[in-house]
């Protein structure tokens, strides 16, 4: 069964950095695109970015130039590098398959932009 487990959010100052990681168990991550998405407060969840086998990225436009999405195969661990983030960037973030059908969502990190 397929497992999230994502980690390094926190509380952060607007304008500063944060890099979060996604650990997936099981054996399914070098064959998948794989995604990073958040859900703020009131909001449906969305897509932040997606990452293909390849490494072909996509980003929602309210994250390019800010936030890198990147994957190593060998540790099954996604990552999004988060920069100059801002207070709309506030939420708990996933991650899951991208391009396909979703399996269970894990806990999520919360990422809270305050000052």
């Known amino acids: 069964q397929v497992q999230f487990v994502e980690s390094g959010g926190g509380l952060v100052q607007p304008g500063g950095s944060l890099r979060l990681s996604c650990v997936v168990s099981?054996?399914?991550?070098?064959?998948?695109?794989m995604g990073w998405y958040r859900q703020g407060p009131g909001k449906q969840r969305e897509l932040v970015a997606g990452?293909?086998?390849?490494?072909?990225?996509e980003y929602a436009d309210s994250v390019k130039g800010r936030f890198t999405i990147s994957r190593d195969n060998v540790k099954n661990t996604l990552y999004l590098q988060m920069n100059s983030l801002k207070s709309e960037d506030t939420a708990v973030y996933y991650c899951?398959?991208?391009?396909?059908?979703?399996?269970?969502w894990g806990q999520g990190t919360q990422v809270t932009v305050s000052s």
């Open positions: 099981g054996s399914i991550f070098r064959f998948y695109s």
């Open positions: 899951n398959i991208w391009k396909g059908v979703p399996r269970p």
């Open positions: 990452i293909t086998g390849s490494g072909v990225t």
